[in-house]
């Protein structure tokens, strides 16, 4: 059955920023004092955890370190937006035509992301006029519920704002743990790697997006 309804889940599905919020997350730690650095590799590993507060509290953890991971993690979102807003960005390829397409089939589309609100509108500011607010129906932060992704807060309470069924929704994600959000919320989801996740870290029956896919292969998604 075809969907009536497309969430974009995470920044990463947008834009591409994973080189960027790992410099972002080392220079945080060099202005924190902390001798930490880590490299493609190690931050790979890292997004197993969703949330960079929570990834830098089990970093800690596992070093055995007490670390103010609240300030850490401030400061590594403001550098992130700074580098968002005076670098800019560029939508992944087949985002702006997905885009399209949905808005002229009048397709709900909400972006369903559980950063905080500082960095939605760092993302909008550094696309500049290739994407506003306005194109969609809906905009979630990670203030609007208690527990960020995996679990599926997120997801119900993007699904009663927009008041529709779990099974009329496709949702697409970068990284497998974000996509198990959407996937325990009983939604419909697709696997839209970005550069540090692998695609043999999402389950074999979830749909991969590339540039190519369609808008109807995406809403046919099982």
Not at 39 to 46: I, L, N
Request: aromatic content about 8%.
């Amino acid at each position: 059955m075809t969907k009536s309804t497309l969430f974009f889940g995470s920044i990463g599905t947008l834009v591409e920023t994973s080189e960027m919020q790992r410099q972002a997350f080392n220079q945080a730690f060099h202005d924190m004092g902390l001798d930490w650095a880590w490299d493609v590799a190690t931050y790979k590993t890292m997004l197993s955890k969703s949330g960079g507060q929570a990834r830098i509290e089990d970093y800690a953890a596992g070093r055995g370190v007490p670390v103010d991971a609240v300030a850490v993690h401030k400061r590594k979102t403001e550098l992130f937006n700074q580098a968002m807003v005076r670098d800019g960005l560029q939508l992944r390829p087949g985002v702006d035509r997905i885009l399209r397409s949905a808005r002229d089939r009048d397709i709900v589309l909400g972006f369903v992301s559980s950063t905080s609100v500082e960095n939605i509108v760092s993302i909008f500011k550094a696309l500049g006029d290739q994407l506003s607010p306005s194109d969609f129906d809906f905009i979630a932060d990670g203030s609007m519920v208690g527990k960020g992704k995996p679990a599926p807060d997120i997801y119900w309470h993007a699904l009663g704002v927009v008041d529709k069924r779990p099974q009329d929704c496709v949702a697409i994600e970068d990284t497998a743990v974000c996509l198990r959000s959407a996937l325990n919320a009983g939604l419909h989801g697709v696997a839209f790697p970005n550069a540090f996740a692998a695609r043999e870290d999402f389950e074999e029956s979830v749909m991969i997006m590339d540039e190519t896919t369609t808008l109807d292969a995406l809403l046919a998604a099982d």
